[in-house]
């Protein structure tokens, strides 16, 4: 069974910067997409960023020019690092992976950033 593990959520100031990290263990194949979503309370899940594995990226409106997603194909690894974080981007984010035939999500980080 496929396993996607996150880490790198935490409190920080607003302003302040932080480093997602999600790593697919038990897979033996390449994913088509990884991505980061993320939800808060009382609202629908969100798309946050996405990135194929030819290298094609996606980006919410409201991460454009703050975050930057990253992968390592041989790794089966997806990272987001979020720099100018506000009050807003507070929520918890998971971890996406899509293949042909679905898709596997990562138990979730904690974001918080505070005012």
């Known amino acids: 069974q496929v396993q996607l593990v996150e880490s790198g959520g935490g409190l920080v100031q607003a302003g302040g910067s932080l480093r997602l990290s999600c790593a697919a263990s038990?897979?033996?194949?390449?994913?088509?997409?990884m991505g980061w979503y993320r939800q808060a309370p009382g609202k629908q899940r969100e798309l946050v960023a996405t990135?194929?594995?030819?290298?094609?990226?996606n980006y919410a409106d409201s991460a454009k020019g703050r975050f930057t997603i990253s992968r390592a194909n041989a790794k089966n690894a997806v990272y987001l690092q979020m720099n100018s974080l506000t009050p807003e981007d507070t929520a918890v984010y998971y971890c996406?992976?899509?293949?042909?035939?679905?898709?596997?999500w990562g138990q979730g980080t904690q974001v918080t950033v505070s005012s």
């Open positions: 996406n992976a899509n293949a042909d035939w679905g898709d596997y």
């Open positions: 038990r897979s033996t194949f390449l994913f088509n997409v």
């Open positions: 990135m194929s594995s030819g290298s094609t990226k």
